[in-house]
């Protein structure tokens, strides 16, 4: 079985900018989390969709938004890109809403300049 | 949000068992406890997790006090490879987000 793959690994964009972020689930995986990590800290919940409806959503402001697709691939876009924005973002997949454990992704390093 | 605190590092030699403690003094009943670690570079990983009876399996065993305030994951047999940051994540049954902390950095020396 596959695991998460995330694309791109690593990004460079400008304040700003816009920026799209892509994530393929774990076969047989419905529901797909976003975490933020930036340097030195413990991953931040985005949000959390589940057969591509929005179940759950973290202290991050509307320039964070997300898809999920109905083969439960996802996107994260990110709109007006700020410095602070730079981080590590993992993506996450897991059957029956992580009751028995989420596959996480090796992230999509982002950096703002 | 329920939260828990775990020391900041911990070191341990090879082949030794390694006992990572983790408090969790506001757990309510719904609430699973979740560890996962992240090795250097890569995503978090899955570990184990429980509600209430210790559990064991391929990777590590987990023990759960009697009062469910404190938990304890424990590797039988530290390798070089096991050289990660242990989160300890309380979980609510009905479903939701992980809400990681600091996590204890583990190292291990040969």
């Known amino acids: 079985e596959t695991g998460v793959t995330q694309s791109p690994t690593h990004l460079i964009k400008t304040r700003g900018q816009q920026v799209t972020l892509r994530c393929s689930s774990q076969?047989?995986?419905?529901?797909v989390s976003w975490y933020q990590q930036a340097l030195g800290q413990g991953p931040q919940f985005i949000f959390q969709?589940?057969?591509?409806?929005?179940?759950g959503r973290g202290n991050f402001p509307p320039r964070f938004s997300g898809l999920q697709f109905p083969n439960y691939s996802s996107e994260l876009n990110v709109n007006a890109l700020e410095l602070d924005d730079s981080a590590l973002y993992l993506c996450?997949?897991?059957?029956?809403?992580?009751?028995?454990?989420?596959?996480f992704g090796s992230g999509t390093r982002l950096t703002v300049v | 949000d329920a939260k828990t605190t775990q020391p900041n590092s911990m070191e341990s030699n090879e082949e030794e068992p390694v006992h990572l403690p983790c408090n969790h003094s506001t757990i309510s009943g719904t609430d699973y406890i979740h560890w996962y670690r992240q090795l250097p570079s890569q995503g978090p990983e899955y570990v184990i997790h429980?509600?209430?009876s210790n559990v064991n399996n391929r990777m590590a065993s987990l023990a759960i006090a009697e009062d469910r305030k404190s938990s304890t994951l424990i590797l039988h047999r530290a390798t070089l490879r096991d050289a990660a940051v242990y989160y300890c994540?309380?979980?609510?049954?009905?479903?939701?987000?992980?809400?990681f902390g600091q996590g204890t950095e583990l190292s291990v020396k040969p």
């Open positions: 996450a997949s897991s059957s029956g809403q992580g009751t028995y454990g989420y596959t």
């Open positions: 994540i309380l979980r609510d049954v009905i479903g939701g987000k992980l809400i």
């Open positions: 076969s047989g995986h419905n529901t």
């Open positions: 969709y589940y057969r591509e409806e929005e179940n």
């Open positions: 429980g509600l209430t």
